[in-house]
């Protein structure tokens, strides 16, 4: 549960209401127009509907999903664990590492911790590990650019509608009364536009690209200390290699993990 | 047959249509204007025509149609396919991969094994294979950016024939009334030239940019396993370097795929 | 003689002429000011004096024609004739080439021949040509960032002679009668700028850097045909390396080469 | 305490008042409207919030204090300890350079030269010594993405601030003399939004960026240094290589270096 | 003295000037307006003073210079010289260029021939020149994105004036009269941040480019030369390097360059 997201989220949501309710003269019922709601939101379904193949497009429910619920991976602990098993290597041999893998529940160690087991040569497992992070970086690039484009569309769509609006309303200028509403009516959809564009689309966007960096980075992580292990290395020195990954004040030391 | 794209146009297109029958005061017919299509449409072809040489720009049509048509590689198919050949290749030698050859309708593919077959050292069948791929995504880039330059164009000389009709509008003010409707026309461009763009040309062009991106990684899957083959690697490794590419939900094991 | 940007821009212009003339109450009058197009042109040429020495931007007329004047390198043909010399190498040896450079007609492939005949080493004349190469590209790249330049600055001043004449006309607003003739040339300048920017300088632009690509996918193929010719490759496999450059539909086979 | 920042904020905000306060009909009540301020500020940190995980949205604070307070680190005496440190180890072997550690205050020149002292091969140092510094790059690019993104959403909200207001104020025109308020207050939101990305956020931002590729240069020069330290370079030659990175104006001598 | 640029800033403001004066109803003071000036030149240089350490921010004014007065280096005559010296190299010995060293007024050759003939290894040489270069490069670049940014927040400031100007006027429509008038003092901040961009700092922004290039250039063919001349290549073949950044029409050859 991503606690912040459904914060901006909500917070963001509840400013806008709160200016409509409070400004003078202003009522709830001037924002809602549906139909504006089916030329801007449709609109820019459609254009991504276009874009992409029904697989993909289907995957950005899934995708959005992911925004408010996911787990940053823990760097510390991933860098504890893995000099806890450089430990064990260097102690009691690599294969001694085949007892420990029913302990982790990250696919991507047990592969790569296996195939050391398994005598495997540095240089496959490496292949192999990189080629996995290369797959997962470029679906999650897909995802978001899913939501990149929605944010690009809905705007688009938004200021179609609005000189759809314009166009209707400067051809019935009859009765100058109506003026005034039918331009209101217009700008909705570039408001409607702007907003899913500003308050889900791009920040969604931008978040699944913050995870994906994250979860890259942590794959890196277990990439160098595996290659670390394979290698023999001191678990002093895998834990100052891996350590370098994360900000200096949350660092632990050799010996807090000893304790620990 | 591409079912996505045809629904996102249809929808897109729909929707459109929709709010401009149901919106109160308006009718199609203020929003038909030949002469306005003519400066958008004609304009953006022309300065497409000018951007490319007369090849190049009637490929764009070609290229469109792909858009609708088109068969996404069946990526589990092809490791499938690849992790059969290299079981021949273990078992009975790489010449065995002959008789082969005719089953499989991939050119790219039959080039790479023949080459095997042939004993042409691994590098230059890479290097061989490499500059066809990228040779394809020039080929593709070409095709993609003819659609982007479009999507380029078209606001442009929306905005063109709106200013032309807004000088034109501006120059006979003497009869107030038909300000209104003078604008309404002078909009229209700018509405022709938005949906132009984000409906069809940046679609388009994105739908080109992902069946590219998912050709060229058949294309490297392709390139892998036949580099696998020839240096005789376990058919299990072969498998599980290729498997790397496909989404873990997807994956199928040596073992289904015996059965198969 | 490049066909295709000459009908473009005559297609663009006569659309927007057209348009002109025969929309309802328009004048080809009302759409033609001198100081406007002396603030828009002018003030464009004045950025790109600005931007480049006086040598380079003179070169902008010359570049400029390159886009209706030039040929773009028949590629079918150039890898024939790299095969046929690889055939007269591979039967009577490099130095045979000698007798062949009068036959050729483009100084790229002449050098690199002739320093394969005097037995340069492989690595000093692909260093040399690639160094070419990238001059080529480099100067070509000039040409190009000009008409980008000017086709970024022709808006940039439009919208400055709009902002002119809408001070001026709204300094001038006794008398009412005239405002609407005072925002029509105000917006004069902003079309000026627009079509000016999309209709000449982006699309020249665009030109040039599809020549440019072409030119270099040339030296591409002559750099690895010469490459291939003084290592004594088959001349079959030269040819095989060298199609994978040519769209499918139009690659010659060794014996069609031969045949012709 | 960087000066030039806070000259800047104060030089910018105190030209907005002093034109606000001069001019003729104005007043600074006309320019305070706290619900625009909450749409427009509360609107861009709700973005924020939901594009960034909550701990890395409070980091936006500490990283925004950075701009004020900050050494830039001084090139020149960094360089001036290298080659102290190099004429060490020049005469008294590596293993003297123990005793000097105490000297240094800067904990990633203690770390490289420690390891130099222990013997670690160069590689390794050279590798966690880089890996040490593509960590802060990357803590510092996360840092700068912060503002960034700020500095775009803020004027997306103003911009959806002025439509609400817009479509308010065109729902209630019967009372024509509150068109103009009604407009004003629309437009202070963009204005908010535009003072906000441009007086803050994107300048910020921009120095994040300049005290990143600082800091990233004076990594640089430590890993050349030590490298040069190791192999036993000539401290003259450590000098020259490690001045290139220094203006030449700045640049001081092996001489007067031994004079200081 | 670069005239080209003096040339373009005299005659883009001249046509401007022009243009003010000989429109009809207007005048130069409805042009000048103090306040206005203050709130763009001066916002756009506190928003500079924020993104900068002030010695940085201050080198604005050096690096504006020189856009005027500057030298492209002369290649052809760059290039006799590094042949003349490798005709030496070639015929009395490396040592036999020190006698040369005082011919030579660039720092940069001297020192690259300084090291030769000390005996310094073509390596460490060019790893020298090499990170001078880097360094030249990135102090030019950071002269560049100077005037990049004061072009970027030129038309910020201007447009965040024209909204002050707005909410003013708006707030005081009691005097229709006044509309005209407030409206045309609020456009003239968006004008002067326009003008300041387009004619001052973008092209002057792309001048610096230009001429980084030009020096890199430059740089690099000295890198090359001198690499050549270490190598004891044969003058000739030097000349045939060095020609191939030249445009062929401004060739020598090596026979011109002896006559010469």
């Known amino acids: 549960m991503d606690i912040a997201s459904l914060i901006g989220v909500l917070l963001g949501g509840g400013l806008l209401f709160a200016a409509i309710l409070t400004a003078e003269g202003s009522s709830l019922g001037a924002f809602v127009d549906y139909p504006s709601m089916m030329v801007v939101i ?32 823990d760097i510390p602990k991933l860098t504890k664990m893995l000099v806890s098993l450089a430990e064990t290597a260097r102690r009691d041999g690599l294969l001694a590492l085949e007892e420990r893998i029913s302990e982790i529940d990250d696919d ?12 495997s040569p540095p240089e496959t497992i490496e292949e192999l590990l990189r080629t996995e992070m290369e797959a997962v970086a470029s679906r999650h690039q897909n995802g978001k650019s899913l939501l990149d484009q929605l944010g690009r569309f809905a705007p688009a769509f938004g200021m179609i509608g609005t000189l759809m609006g314009l166009i209707i309303m400067l051809g019935n200028m009859d009765d100058p009364s109506s003026i005034g509403s039918g331009m209101a009516v217009a700008l909705i959809t570039t408001l409607y536009g702007a907003i899913f564009s500003n308050l889900f689309c791009l920040p969604f966007a931008e978040k699944l690209g913050f995870l994906n960096q994250q979860e890259l980075l942590s794959m890196e992580i277990v990439i160098r200390g595996i290659s670390s292990i394979q290698a ?29």
């Open 42 to 73: 449709g609109g820019a379904f459609s254009a991504l509907l276009i874009s992409f193949p029904l697989k993909k497009f289907l995957a950005l429910f899934g995708v959005a999903k992911v925004v408010f619920i996911n787990k940053t991976p």
């Open 108 to 119: 991507f160690i047990v592969v790569g911790i296996q195939m050391a087991v398994d005598g």
């Open 232 to 260: 023999g290395d001191n678990p002093r020195i895998v834990e100052q290699k891996l350590n370098t990954f994360i900000p200096p004040n949350l660092r632990t030391t050799a010996d807090e993990n000893e304790a620990a």
